[in-house]
């Protein structure tokens, strides 16, 4: 290539690389590569219902996950003390660990992302290193990741898992380098196509993990340069061991996952290109399994020329039978193969490959519309020229490097995460400031100083702490080539690996240790959604998880930006039911008058909920009330409202592990609303005081009961004032109402309606009409006369404050779809309050909104789903550029009474100038228990 090209070694100033060795480890299941990890949360008593890996792959958490264990440690939200660390603690899991012969450990901290004063992490990291020695390799999470427990979590497992190989890997770069006469640096691409020195990539290979497809993205995207510009593409990078495939959008950057992305099973919360990985590639292996023709996951990888048959080996691959199977293709001795595989085999591997590609590029469809597909790597003759679903399949020149092209377009990025006050300095000047900081550590990077610029912006208040805001700054800019030389190569083994990648002991072959990677059991069992039927017995209906992950997305979708993420909860209650525990659900038609209602869940900061994971507050709580209260014991259990996390609190504490009582299809909201006074109950004023007697505990020993007070308002005040105290989240326990009392305040059949939702959107993601879920969605929740799609864009604006506890803000939202045209925004305070379009050049003011502008307003429901998965995107989690959907659904006629407008509309959230005006008619949600109750 030198010579060709007439380049003088010399005068390369850097070599960069993307790499697919890390994420083809992972893919493939390699044991031979994956290290076995111990993790060590400093979490106290929390996380301890949704231990380390719960959501993974099974095959893939045997490979990697060898011990955990939860020890003292983790902070609040505002910095103080769960708990300290403990010495002794961390030296008996040392002992442990060290007889388990682990060599690769994580330690999580709850909060250390925030943790600048105490370092927990860093403290256990030291007694770690002084018990275990050099040799072990230690990770501690807030160097991989962000705020979200369970996903950083993940992230530093699986970056713990590969350093190992990562470092052999990086280190065998240097050869060949030497080989051609290259005496420059080494740098690896980012999963966001930025670059990462070889020494910075050995310590966190997991964010190069998917830089190989946005490089051939990026890549293609030049290729195919102006002819094709202006049209979205499905990019199937083949490669030797996977096939990877992300959409290219039409401006010619790669479609990027939302709030949480997903590699091989494993859910994480960085920034990821949206692609899907397959075991298919150059090097599969192709053999018989029983009457079928297996390829891949299992791959000869980087050693196909010595073990393909068209090489002389022993191993047949898809490119000994994509040989075969075309007299235009000369790759090796094609005489070796030709008339040597049985015509059969050839058959059914076309049929297969084919098969296998077409499944990927449908997963990863959004409308049943065909598009253009554009084949590229060096795996691509193994493709077929023509595919379902492509309206036509392009493989352009120099489609084997696209990318390598890719990794040289690379540009130098870095990020300051951190907390400071607002107390002394405004958000302005300290924004301005981790401004400058970003393009320093940007320009330090290796950037040209005149190129950075500042390309992300995130500022998040912490709610229940005074005058504190988490910034995020992200700077881009240009790699600066004339420094290349001031990053040097360093030596990046440890003692005891020579560099040498091959440590497999299967002869090169990458063995995927399953038998099966398609039978993973960490989701439902999939069932025909057309024909599923849930079970119910005797008028109770008996959750299953198919159940459970519909009710979930619902109840997200119910929650209009607020109630939490339900997703840990979510894990508690799937882990409930795979112990053999069972779940019910009643309708609230058919209580008896003298029945007890308890009610119950989790009060306080959604952002609290997505990292200090639960323990056993709402248990604590229903402990501590009917210890003191004399009225009775709960008989059965309703939600206190149905939006986010508190929608699946029901089921936990009604289950048969914990209360063992039937949950009440039904709620006190409805919807999500900020504080305990915006329910039903209240509404209707029937009883002077209703959340009194009432007990809440933090689940780290602290409760506190409150037998009466003068009103639902004043509960309201002294629970928050004690939030503050109790680490801004604690569990809640309500004093029971009759039965009778709940068939008249329930907003109705709610659980129904958010399993409705969710087999909507679940139906849509099978269908591969996501471009169509927000309809799908109307349609659930009552047709047209019911909901509305309110506007389809993308995130332009996210502003957030603080106010008395909750996070007030809006989010602007610009028109992408062709039926919507310019913006709107949606202010916030927990929840969405309204969606309120802007005229052109208009600013945003609070104040000024006018009704005829209003597109919906609370106490109807504005929720914002996330365009290319169908789920609600809460308000934590609005961020730039997220494609989004706004849907509108008219409230329960429980708050169009004019109190309920008093209570939940617009005067309650401070937008006196405006009035509520109904989307639509309200339709009363169908039971489950109803439809599906063959007796009735």
Same mark, same amino acid.
Request: include cysteine; hydrophobic fraction near 40%.
């Given at each position: 290539?030198?010579?060709?090209?007439?380049?003088?070694?010399?005068?390369?100033?850097?070599?960069?690389?993307?790499?697919?060795?890390?994420?083809?480890?992972?893919?493939?299941?390699?044991?031979?590569?994956?290290?076995?990890?111990?993790?060590?949360?400093?979490?106290?008593?929390?996380?301890?219902?949704?231990?380390?890996?719960?959501?993974?792959?099974?095959?893939?958490?045997?490979?990697?996950?060898?011990?955990?264990?939860?020890?003292?440690?983790?902070?609040?939200?505002?910095?103080?003390?769960?708990?300290?660390?403990?010495?002794?603690?961390?030296?008996?899991?040392?002992?442990?660990?060290?007889?388990?012969?682990?060599?690769?450990?994580?330690?999580?901290? !709850?909060?250390?992302?925030?943790?600048?004063?105490?370092?927990?992490?860093?403290?256990?990291?030291?007694?770690?290193?002084?018990?275990?020695?050099?040799?072990?390799?230690?990770?501690?999470?807030?160097? !991989?990741?962000?705020?979200?427990?369970?996903?950083?979590?993940?992230?530093?497992?699986?970056?713990?898992?590969?350093?190992?190989?990562?470092?052999?890997?990086?280190?065998?770069?240097?050869?060949?380098?030497?080989?051609?006469?290259?005496?420059? *640096?080494?740098?690896?691409?980012?999963?966001?196509?930025?670059?990462?020195?070889?020494?910075?990539?050995?310590?966190?290979?997991?964010?190069?993990?998917?830089?190989?497809?946005? /490089?051939?993205?990026?890549?293609?995207?030049?290729?195919?340069?102006?002819?094709?510009?202006?049209?979205?593409?499905?990019?199937? &990078?083949?490669?030797?061991?996977?096939?990877?495939?992300?959409?290219?959008?039409?401006?010619?950057?790669?479609?990027?996952?939302?709030?949480?992305?997903?590699?091989?099973?494993?859910?994480?919360?960085?920034?990821?290109?949206?692609?899907?990985?397959?075991?298919?590639?150059?090097?599969?292996?192709?053999?018989?399994?029983?009457?079928?023709?297996? !390829?891949? *996951?299992?791959?000869?990888?980087?050693?196909?020329?010595?073990?393909?048959?068209?090489?002389?080996?022993?191993?047949?691959?898809?490119?000994?039978?994509?040989?075969?199977?075309?007299?235009?293709?000369?790759?090796?001795?094609?005489?070796?193969?030709?008339?040597?595989?049985? &015509?059969?085999?050839?058959?059914?591997?076309?049929?297969?490959?084919?098969?296998?590609?077409?499944?990927?590029?449908?997963?990863?469809?959004?409308?049943?519309?065909?598009?253009?597909?554009?084949?590229?790597?060096?795996?691509?003759?193994?493709?077929?020229?023509?595919?379902?679903?492509?309206?036509?399949?392009?493989?352009?020149?120099?489609?084997?490097?696209?990318?390598?092209?890719?990794?040289?377009?690379?540009?130098?990025?870095?990020?300051?995460?951190?907390?400071?006050?607002?107390?002394?300095?405004?958000?302005?000047?300290?924004?301005?400031?981790?401004?400058?900081?970003?393009?320093?550590?940007?320009?330090?990077?290796?950037?040209?100083?005149?190129?950075?610029?500042?390309?992300?912006?995130?500022?998040?208040?912490?709610?229940?702490?005074?005058?504190?805001?988490?910034?995020?700054?992200?700077?881009?800019?240009?790699?600066?080539?004339?420094?290349?030389?001031?990053?040097?190569?360093? $030596?990046?083994?440890?003692?005891?690996?020579?560099?040498?990648?091959?440590?497999?002991?299967? #002869?090169?072959?990458?063995?995927?240790?399953?038998?099966?990677?398609?039978?993973?059991?960490?989701?439902?069992?999939?069932?025909?959604?057309?024909?599923?039927?849930?079970?119910?017995?005797?008028?109770?209906?008996?959750?299953?998880?198919?159940?459970?992950?519909?009710?979930?997305?619902?109840?997200?979708?119910?929650?209009?930006?607020?109630?939490?993420?339900?997703?840990?909860?979510?894990?508690?209650?799937?882990?409930?039911?795979?112990?053999?525990?069972?779940?019910?659900?009643?309708?609230?038609?058919?209580?008896?008058?003298?029945?007890?209602?308890?009610?119950?869940?989790?009060?306080?900061?959604?952002?609290?909920?997505?990292?200090?994971?639960?323990?056993?507050?709402?248990?604590?709580?229903?402990?501590?009330?009917?210890?003191?209260?004399?009225?009775?014991?709960?008989?059965?259990?309703?939600?206190?409202?149905?939006?986010?996390?508190?929608?699946?609190?029901?089921?936990?504490?009604?289950?048969?592990?914990?209360?063992?009582?039937?949950?009440?299809?039904?709620?006190?909201?409805?919807?999500?609303?900020?504080?305990?006074?915006?329910?039903?109950?209240?509404?209707?004023?029937?009883?002077?005081?209703?959340?009194?007697?009432?007990?809440?505990?933090?689940? #780290?020993? #602290?409760?506190?009961?409150?037998?009466?007070?003068?009103?639902?308002?004043?509960?309201?005040?002294?629970?928050?004032?004690?939030?503050?105290?109790?680490?801004?989240?604690?569990?809640?326990?309500?004093?029971?109402?009759?039965?009778?009392?709940?068939?008249?305040?329930?907003?109705?059949?709610?659980?129904?309606?958010?399993?409705?939702?969710?087999?909507?959107?679940?139906?849509?993601?099978?269908? /591969?009409?996501?471009?169509?879920?927000?309809?799908?969605?109307?349609?659930?929740?009552?047709?047209?006369?019911?909901?509305?799609?309110?506007?389809?864009?993308?995130?332009?604006?996210?502003?957030?404050?603080?106010?008395?506890? $909750?996070?007030?803000?809006?989010?602007?939202?610009?028109?992408?779809?062709?039926?919507?045209?310019?913006?709107?925004?949606?202010?916030?305070?927990?929840? #969405?309050?309204?969606?309120?379009?802007?005229?052109?050049?208009?600013?945003?003011?609070?104040?000024?909104?006018?009704?005829?502008?209003?597109?919906?307003?609370?106490?109807?429901?504005?929720?914002?789903?996330?365009?290319?998965?169908?789920?609600?995107?809460?308000?934590?989690?609005?961020?730039?550029?997220?494609?989004?959907?706004?849907?509108?659904?008219?409230?329960?006629?429980?708050?169009?009474?004019?109190?309920?407008?008093?209570?939940?509309?617009?005067?309650?959230?401070?937008? /006196?100038?405006?009035?509520?005006?109904?989307?639509?008619?309200?339709?009363?949600?169908?039971?489950?228990?109803?439809?599906?109750?063959?007796?009735?």
């Amino acid at each position: 290539m030198f010579k060709s090209a007439s380049v003088d070694p010399n005068s390369v100033a850097s070599v960069t690389i993307g790499t697919t060795h890390f994420v083809n480890a992972v893919v493939t299941r390699d044991s031979s590569r994956l290290s076995p990890v111990a993790v060590l949360r400093l979490s106290g008593p929390f996380s301890k219902h949704a231990p380390p890996c719960v959501d993974w792959p099974t095959s893939l958490r045997k490979i990697i996950l060898a011990h955990y264990a939860l020890v003292r440690g983790g902070l609040e939200i505002d910095g103080e003390l769960i708990s300290d660390i403990d010495e002794q603690e961390i030296v008996e899991q040392c002992k442990i660990i060290k007889e388990q012969s682990i060599k690769s450990i994580v330690i999580n901290g !709850v909060f250390s992302p925030i943790d600048t004063v105490e370092r927990q992490e860093q403290r256990a990291a030291e007694i770690v290193k002084r018990e275990l020695g050099d040799e072990v390799d230690i990770v501690l999470s807030k160097t !991989v990741a962000n705020l979200g427990f369970l996903e950083r979590e993940n992230a530093a497992i699986l970056n713990a898992s590969i350093l190992s190989f990562a470092r052999k890997t990086i280190a065998s770069f240097q050869a060949p380098m030497q080989k051609l006469g290259l005496n420059c *640096p080494v740098f690896i691409t980012q999963n966001d196509g930025t670059l990462l020195s070889g020494e910075a990539a050995s310590r966190l290979p997991i964010r190069t993990f998917s830089s190989g497809p946005t /490089n051939s993205m990026r890549g293609a995207a030049f290729l195919v340069g102006k002819q094709e510009s202006g049209e979205a593409m499905m990019v199937v &990078d083949v490669g030797g061991t996977t096939t990877d495939v992300g959409l290219l959008l039409a401006n010619g950057f790669p479609r990027q996952q939302a709030a949480y992305s997903e590699l091989s099973g494993v859910r994480m919360n960085f920034s990821y290109p949206d692609v899907k990985s397959i075991g298919l590639g150059g090097g599969s292996l192709v053999r018989r399994v029983g009457d079928r023709l297996q !390829v891949g *996951p299992e791959s000869v990888g980087y050693r196909l020329p010595e073990k393909a048959l068209v090489f002389g080996g022993d191993v047949p691959t898809a490119t000994d039978y994509t040989v075969a199977a075309s007299s235009e293709i000369s790759i090796g001795d094609p005489d070796k193969v030709r008339g040597k595989l049985l &015509d059969a085999d050839i058959t059914d591997f076309r049929k297969e490959t084919k098969l296998m590609i077409e499944r990927i590029i449908d997963t990863m469809k959004t409308s049943p519309k065909d598009l253009p597909v554009l084949l590229v790597g060096g795996g691509a003759v193994v493709a077929p020229d023509s595919l379902k679903g492509a309206s036509r399949v392009i493989k352009p020149e120099w489609s084997g490097v696209a990318n390598a092209i890719g990794a040289a377009m690379a540009r130098v990025s870095a990020v300051v995460d951190t907390v400071k006050s607002t107390e002394k300095q405004t958000e302005k000047v300290l924004l301005a400031e981790i401004s400058e900081e970003a393009k320093q550590r940007t320009v330090e990077a290796g950037a040209l100083a005149d190129s950075v610029e500042v390309v992300e912006v995130e500022t998040l208040p912490l709610q229940y702490v005074a005058n504190k805001t988490r910034f995020i700054v992200r700077a881009a800019g240009d790699f600066d080539f004339s420094r290349a030389q001031d990053f040097t190569n360093l $030596h990046v083994t440890k003692a005891g690996e020579d560099g040498a990648t091959d440590a497999s002991a299967h #002869n090169g072959i990458a063995p995927a240790s399953i038998d099966d990677t398609s039978a993973e059991d960490n989701a439902a069992p999939e069932v025909d959604i057309e024909n599923y039927k849930p079970k119910i017995v005797a008028r109770e209906w008996w959750i299953s998880e198919t159940d459970l992950d519909w009710i979930t997305i619902g109840c997200y979708i119910l929650g209009t930006g607020g109630g939490g993420s339900p997703y840990s909860t979510m894990l508690r209650v799937r882990g409930i039911l795979r112990a053999g525990g069972t779940v019910r659900v009643v309708s609230p038609d058919d209580l008896q008058d003298e029945d007890l209602v308890g009610s119950g869940g989790a009060a306080g900061s959604p952002t609290v909920g997505i990292e200090k994971l639960s323990a056993d507050e709402i248990m604590d709580a229903q402990t501590g009330l009917y210890e003191l209260f004399k009225g009775g014991r709960a008989t059965h259990i309703i939600p206190l409202e149905i939006g986010g996390s508190n929608g699946l609190q029901g089921l936990v504490l009604g289950a048969s592990t914990n209360m063992n009582v039937p949950c009440v299809d039904g709620d006190w909201m409805g919807r999500a609303y900020p504080t305990k006074w915006q329910t039903t109950p209240v509404v209707f004023g029937e009883r002077e005081i209703v959340f009194a007697p009432v007990c809440v505990a933090d689940g #780290n020993g #602290n409760t506190l009961y409150m037998p009466t007070a003068k009103s639902d308002l004043k509960v309201e005040q002294v629970i928050r004032a004690a939030l503050s105290q109790m680490g801004s989240a604690v569990g809640t326990a309500d004093a029971p109402v009759t039965g009778e009392e709940t068939k008249r305040w329930a907003v109705e059949h709610t659980i129904s309606l958010s399993w409705r939702i969710g087999r909507e959107v679940a139906r849509a993601r099978k269908e /591969n009409r996501i471009d169509s879920v927000a309809e799908s969605i109307i349609n659930a929740v009552g047709g047209p006369e019911t909901g509305r799609v309110l506007f389809k864009g993308k995130i332009v604006g996210v502003e957030r404050k603080l106010w008395m506890g $909750h996070v007030y803000g809006e989010v602007i939202v610009e028109a992408t779809d062709d039926q919507f045209s310019g913006k709107i925004k949606i202010p916030f305070k927990n929840e #969405n309050i309204a969606a309120v379009r802007l005229h052109d050049g208009q600013e945003s003011k609070t104040g000024e909104e006018r009704n005829e502008d209003v597109l919906a307003i609370v106490p109807d429901l504005i929720s914002v789903i996330d365009a290319q998965n169908g789920e609600a995107i809460g308000t934590p989690e609005y961020r730039y550029g997220l494609l989004v959907l706004v849907i509108g659904i008219t409230a329960s006629e429980r708050w169009t009474s004019p109190k309920g407008i008093e209570i939940g509309g617009p005067n309650a959230f401070g937008l /006196n100038h405006l009035e509520y005006r109904p989307l639509g008619k309200f339709v009363k949600p169908v039971s489950v228990i109803d439809e599906f109750d063959d007796k009735a």
